[in-house]
C-alpha cells in the first residue's frame, strides 16, 4: 500500500496507523470469508475507519500552513497586497503611496516596470519604505486569530534565500570568469548570458548585490582598451542596467564602483543607439536614490546625456529626458544642467513641438536659476510658451508652461509687455486661472496680479 504522507515525521501515528491498518485488513478477511456477516463485525469495521480518519485530520490540522489558515480565516482587504491577493509579511510604501508585499513589488519593479501597479501613476523613484502600521495592525491579526507571526514576517526572507540556489552560484561564478577572460568571444557569450539571465530573474541581480567586486569583474573586458567592441559594450552596459532595477542596495554599489559612471558617460558618447539608450536608462534608475543623484552630478555626465537629448534619436530622447528630469531634482544638478547648455537644447525642441510633455517638465525644474530665465528670454520663449498655455490640450504641459512664465514674469521686467498683449488678444492667463490645475491656477492669479500692479504704477505716475 502506498504511503499517505500524513503519519510519516511522527514515530507514535506510524505505529498508530498500522495497527488501525491490520485491524482493518482483519475485518476484510473475515468480510470475504464469511457468508454470514454479523452486525458487530460490520460496526467493527466502522470504529477502526472512523479511528483512522480521526487520527489522519488530527495530523493535518496540527500540520497545517499559514497558507492553509489565510484560505479559511477572513483576512481584512487592507492587509492583503493588490499584487498577490495574500496577507502581506513585509508591507512596504511604493513612490505612488499605495502599500505592497515587499517581495511581490520587488518582482514587478525588477522586471522593467516604472509605475504603479495599482494606480498606474509614473514612479518618481523606486524606493520602498517599510509600512510599520499596517505590519503592527497585521502582527496584532495574527495573534488575535492565533497565526504564527514569527513565520508571517520571515517567510518572505526564506523565499529569497531559496531564489538562489547553489547551481545558480555556479553558472554566476563561472560567466564572471569568463567574462574576465582575455579571449573576446569568451567575453561577448558571457556577457550575452548574464544580460538574459539578469533580465529574466531576481536572483541573478541579487547575486550581483552581494559583494562591489562582482560588479568590477563585469566590467573588467571595458577597462582596458580604447576601443571596446559594439556587441560586447551594448551587453554589460544592459547588465549593469537590470542590476540597478533590482533594489536600493544594488544602486548604492553600482552607483560607489569608481569604474561605473566614467563607463556609462563613455557608452553614452560613442556606443551604439540601444547602448546609448540604455546607458541612459541606468542613469536614471541609479539616480533613484538621492545620494547618487549628488554623486552622478559630480561626474559631468549631463553634458554627454543633453548632447545625447540634442541629437534627438527618438529610440534614446525619452530615457534621456527621464536621467536629465531624475538628476535635476537635485538642486546643484540644474546649475550644471543649464552650464552644459540644457536650455537651449530643451528650448529648440519644444519650440519645434517635439517631445513637449518629457521636456517642458526639465525646463520648468531649470528655471529656477537666473541664468535660464535669461536664456529663455534670449531664445524668445514667452512666444511659445503662452502658444502651449494657449493651446494645448494637456493640462500638465499647460501647467508647467504658467509656471516658467511666472518665474520669467517676476524676474525679468521686460517680458511684461509680451504677456500683457497675449492676454488682451486671447485672455489665456485668465482662462487658465480658472480651468487650470490648482497649481497653474495659482501661477496665472500670481502673474495676474503682478501684470495688474504694474498697471497702476503706469497709471499713478
Not at 231 to 247: G, K, P, R
Not at 346 to 354: C, D, E, H, P, Y
Not at 384 to 409: F, P, Q
Amino acid at each position: 500500500m502506498a504511503k499517505t504522507g500524513v503519519f510519516d515525521s511522527d514515530p507514535t501515528a506510524i505505529a498508530k496507523a498500522k495497527e488501525l491498518k491490520r485491524e482493518m485488513r482483519k475485518f476484510l478477511i473475515k468480510i470475504e470469508d464469511d457468508d454470514d456477516l454479523g452486525v458487530q463485525t460490520i460496526d467493527q469495521l466502522q470504529d477502526a475507519l472512523s479511528a483512522f480518519r480521526e487520527a489522519t485530520m488530527r495530523k493535518i490540522a496540527k500540520s497545517s500552513s499559514l497558507e492553509m489558515l489565510e484560505t479559511t480565516l477572513p483576512c481584512p482587504q487592507d492587509f492583503r497586497c493588490p499584487l498577490s491577493n495574500e496577507l502581506m509579511r513585509d508591507p512596504v510604501v511604493l513612490a505612488s503611496g499605495q502599500t505592497y508585499d515587499k517581495l511581490f513589488i520587488q518582482k514587478w519593479l525588477s522586471s522593467g516596470n516604472r509605475t504603479c501597479p495599482k494606480t498606474q501613476q509614473v514612479l518618481p523613484h523606486t524606493a520602498l519604505t517599510p509600512n510599520l502600521l499596517i505590519r503592527d495592525m497585521i502582527s496584532k491579526w495574527c495573534k488575535k486569530i492565533g497565526l504564527d507571526t514569527k513565520n508571517q514576517f520571515n517567510s518572505n526572507l526564506v523565499n529569497e534565500e531559496e531564489a538562489v540556489t547553489r547551481s545558480d552560484r555556479e553558472i554566476f561564478n563561472s560567466l564572471l570568469c569568463k567574462v574576465s577572460s582575455s579571449i573576446l568571444q569568451d567575453q561577448k557569450s558571457a556577457a550575452k548570458e548574464l544580460r538574459l539571465l539578469t533580465r529574466k530573474g531576481t536572483e541573478f541581480r541579487a547575486l550581483f548585490g552581494e559583494s562591489p567586486d562582482e560588479i568590477t569583474r563585469l566590467l573588467n573586458p571595458l577597462l582596458h582598451g580604447s576601443n571596446p567592441d559594439e556587441n560586447l559594450q551594448e551587453d554589460v552596459v544592459t547588465t549593469l542596467l537590470n542590476i540597478s532595477i533590482h533594489d536600493d542596495n544594488n544602486k548604492k554599489l553600482v552607483c560607489e564602483n569608481p569604474n561605473v559612471i566614467p563607463l556609462l558617460i563613455d557608452a553614452l558618447r560613442r556606443g551604439t543607439v540601444a547602448t546609448r539608450s540604455n546607458a541612459a536608462a541606468a542613469v536614471f534608475t541609479l539616480s533613484a536614490l538621492d545620494s547618487n543623484k549628488v554623486l552622478i552630478g559630480k561626474s559631468g555626465i549631463l553634458k554627454p546625456l543633453i548632447d545625447l537629448l540634442e541629437e534627438g534619436n527618438p529610440l534614446a530622447i525619452k530615457d534621456v529626458a527621464a536621467a536629465i528630469f531624475t538628476l535635476c531634482i537635485a538642486h546643484e544638478n540644474r546649475s550644471r544642467a543649464v552650464r552644459d547648455g540644457a536650455v537651449r537644447v530643451l528650448g529648440k525642441k519644444i519650440s519645434n513641438g517635439l517631445y513637449v510633455d518629457e521636456l517642458l517638465a526639465i525646463l520648468a525644474m531649470l528655471v529656477t536659476h537666473w541664468k535660464a530665465v535669461e536664456e529663455l528670454g534670449e531664445l524668445g520663449g514667452v512666444s511659445w510658451l503662452l502658444k502651449i498655455t494657449r493651446e494645448s490640450e494637456c493640462k500638465r504641459n499647460k501647467e508647467n508652461a504658467i509656471v516658467i512664465l511666472h518665474t520669467i514674469c517676476f524676474s525679468d521686467r521686460t517680458k511684461w509687455k509680451e504677456i500683457k498683449e497675449e492676454e488682451n488678444a486671447h485672455g489665456t492667463i485668465t482662462k487658465l486661472s480658472r480651468e487650470g490645475t490648482s497649481r497653474a491656477q495659482r501661477k496665472a492669479n500670481g502673474i495676474l496680479d503682478r501684470l495688474r500692479k504694474a498697471m497702476n504704477l503706469t497709471h499713478t505716475a
